[in-house]
């Protein structure tokens, strides 16, 4: 009796054998792709992060000689008294963004800043102006009905002072009647540093009421329309100049924590890769002892 259930019984110990060799070999084999995943991560956030630190260097170069085109702007603004008109409710903000991620809270902050001032009371006067598909993206599925104009093609490029003029000209030529407004951008402050900042914006209007314009003088309209426009784009230029210093930066930090947390991530896979290894090769040992004590 015995003689004829013993092939049955040991063709189901052998299929069972199989059976868990096979779950710990798939096992191994899961868990050797994600380490060989990770690993290709870590790869290009290292590479990510070197390329980040060029860019930002020669961006903190280029931001020290784009500093006084803004801070001259304003300083006009603040020597002539230059107010918004009570007129006038109508305001333009300017988000000054990129079309480039991976790089932290650079964008959002930006966003948040628009965001917070459009929930508040007299935000059916406010319209926005996107520099950047990033501040597209956030802003769109809200208060899509306050974005006038999109720029995009921002960040994969150092921005020059061209870039800044033909954002003032899609500015000044949007058909949008504004009385002030601010343009906001992430000022740079060191390598792990920056905060959300603004720059005003006026109308000619209001420039022309300024209590203390005449202080300049010949300055008749042809003239403040021509200042006007290049004060815009140069406070714009500073503000990209602004921008791209600190989403570099920021982007080769968010890159050296992913390439941190990657290699702690490897560190644990392999840790894990050995020990389920460990598993399967002293369970076929005693597998193969016991079957030769058997034997016996």
């Given amino acids: 009796m015995l003689g004829?259930?013993?092939?049955?019984?040991?063709?189901?110990?052998?299929?069972?054998?199989?059976?868990?060799?096979?779950?710990?070999?798939?096992?191994?084999?899961?868990?050797?792709?994600?380490?060989?995943?990770?690993?290709?991560?870590?790869?290009?956030?290292?590479?990510?992060?070197?390329?980040?630190?060029?860019?930002?260097?020669?961006?903190?170069?280029?931001?020290?000689?784009?500093?006084?085109?803004?801070?001259?702007?304003v300083q006009f603004y603040e020597k002539a008294e230059v107010t918004a008109p009570e007129d006038e409710p109508k305001q333009l903000y300017i988000a000054m963004t990129s079309d480039r991620g991976l790089c932290g809270a650079v964008h959002t902050g930006v966003s948040k800043v628009i965001r917070n001032r459009l929930m508040e009371p007299g935000a059916e006067n406010i319209k926005v102006i996107c520099v950047g598909d990033k501040s597209r993206s956030i802003l769109q599925r809200l208060y899509g009905k306050?974005?006038?104009?999109?720029?995009?093609?921002?960040?994969?490029?150092?921005?020059?002072?061209?870039?800044?003029?033909?954002?003032?000209?899609?500015?000044?030529?949007?058909?949008?009647?504004?009385?002030?407004?601010?343009?906001?951008?992430?000022?740079?402050?060191?390598?792990?540093?920056?905060?959300?900042?603004?720059?005003?914006?006026?109308?000619?209007?209001s420039i022309e009421n300024a209590p203390k314009l005449a202080v300049y003088d010949s300055l008749d309209s042809d003239v403040l329309q021509s200042y006007m426009e290049f004060s815009l784009a140069s406070m714009l230029f500073y503000a990209l100049k602004e921008g791209a210093c600190s989403e570099q930066s920021s982007r080769m930090t968010a890159m050296d924590n992913a390439s941190k947390n990657a290699g702690e991530m490897i560190e644990k896979l392999t840790l894990t890769f050995n020990r389920?290894?460990?598993?399967?090769?002293?369970?076929?040992?005693?597998?193969?002892?016991?079957?030769?004590?058997a034997l016996e």
Avoid: W
């Fill in 4 to 73: 004829r259930f013993a092939p049955g019984v040991c063709t189901q110990v052998t299929m069972g054998v199989n059976q868990q060799q096979n779950r710990n070999m798939a096992t191994l084999k899961a868990i050797s792709m994600r380490l060989k995943s990770v690993k290709n991560i870590q790869k290009i956030t290292q590479s990510m992060k070197m390329v980040s630190a060029a860019k930002y260097t020669r961006a903190e170069r280029d931001l020290r000689a784009a500093r006084p085109y803004g801070e001259g702007a």
């Fill in 146 to 205: 306050h974005i006038i104009s999109v720029a995009n093609e921002i960040g994969r490029l150092p921005p020059t002072f061209l870039d800044a003029a033909k954002i003032a000209n899609a500015i000044m030529t949007s058909g949008y009647d504004f009385g002030s407004g601010k343009i906001i951008f992430n000022k740079f402050k060191s390598v792990v540093s920056y905060t959300q900042s603004d720059l005003p914006l006026f109308s000619q209007k």
């Fill in 276 to 293: 389920t290894r460990q598993a399967v090769i002293t369970r076929e040992l005693i597998e193969i002892i016991s079957g030769a004590a």
